[in-house]
């Protein structure tokens, strides 16, 4: 029995890994964290047909620290043996205007850095570490391709935070024109640099917890979501289940530390 939890799950991308997550029978419990559960409407229907797999949590502000105590309190009532798969889905990126983020070299851009930062960087590393804290990442039975094995070895549990391609430095100078309309479609430089600052919260997690936890991030492609643009080629659910199948390859406290794309291939830092 592997239980798995996903925040920022009533839209978008946390809402796919939702319905990818119960295509996978391994899966026998699944937390969904949002902000606002009143306004999450199919998330909550999906979770009343779901025969008690699905259980919603609340996540006011994942930068907050007494908000993740409290959706701490509140998955270990919904999942008092713990969780086994952590994917730290919640992100933000401000777009005050369609398809023009803020100046990251103004007063305002850098407000908006920040806030962005605290959601995108920080906020995984606190919710993240108020799980381990609480006690609430465990190991989980040891599996096959085929589901559960009978098998009483303990997988190490899993963290896994949503990145992005802009998230690597090394792709962001190979691809930097120096001004076309290319780089514009591309980067978006405030959410590049919050998630620049998760691939350091993910490396350093990783080496420190090396010997506990599985910690990796994964790049889920370009998605047709709000945060996604014109023309992204993937959808909700083909990038979510592609993601899963990724994460269902880590198996190993050395596969720790990894950076990949959505097709499981590594990115540089």
């Not at 430095?169 to 405030?190: C, K, M, Q, V």
Request: proline share 5%; glycine share 8%.
């Amino acid at each position: 029995m592997v239980t798995a939890l996903v925040t920022g799950s009533s839209r978008g991308l946390g809402l796919g890994f939702i319905r990818q997550l119960l295509l996978r029978p391994q899966y026998k419990r699944i937390i969904a964290a949002a902000r606002i559960i009143d306004e999450a409407g199919e998330l909550c229907r999906l979770r009343d047909e779901s025969e008690g797999r699905i259980g919603v949590v609340r996540l006011s502000e994942v930068s907050d620290v007494e908000s993740c105590q409290r959706c701490a309190e509140e998955v270990k009532a919904a999942a008092p043996e713990g969780i086994n798969v952590l994917i730290n889905n919640a992100g933000f990126a401000n777009q005050p205007k369609p398809m023009t983020p803020l100046d990251l070299t103004t007063v305002e851009g850098a407000v908006d850095f920040h806030r962005t930062w605290s959601v995108n960087a920080y906020g995984p590393l606190l919710f993240s570490t108020t799980l381990l804290d609480n006690g609430l990442l465990v190991g989980s039975p040891a599996a096959s391709d085929a589901g559960p094995s009978t098998n009483s070895t303990s997988q190490p549990p899993i963290i896994c935070n949503i990145s992005s391609g802009q998230a690597s430095l090394t792709l962001a100078n190979e691809l930097w024109t120096g001004g076309s309309a290319r780089d514009e479609l591309y980067f978006h430089p405030i959410y590049a640099c919050s998630k620049v600052a998760l691939s350091g919260v993910t490396m350093h997690m990783a080496r420190i917890l090396r010997d506990r936890v599985i910690v990796g991030q994964i790049h889920p492609g370009w998605i047709k979501t709000t945060m996604g643009r014109t023309y992204a080629n993937l959808t909700v659910d083909e990038s979510s289940g592609k993601v899963l199948d990724v994460i269902s390859t880590w198996k190993s406290l050395k596969q720790s530390g990894q950076y990949l794309n959505e097709e499981g291939q590594r990115l540089p830092w």
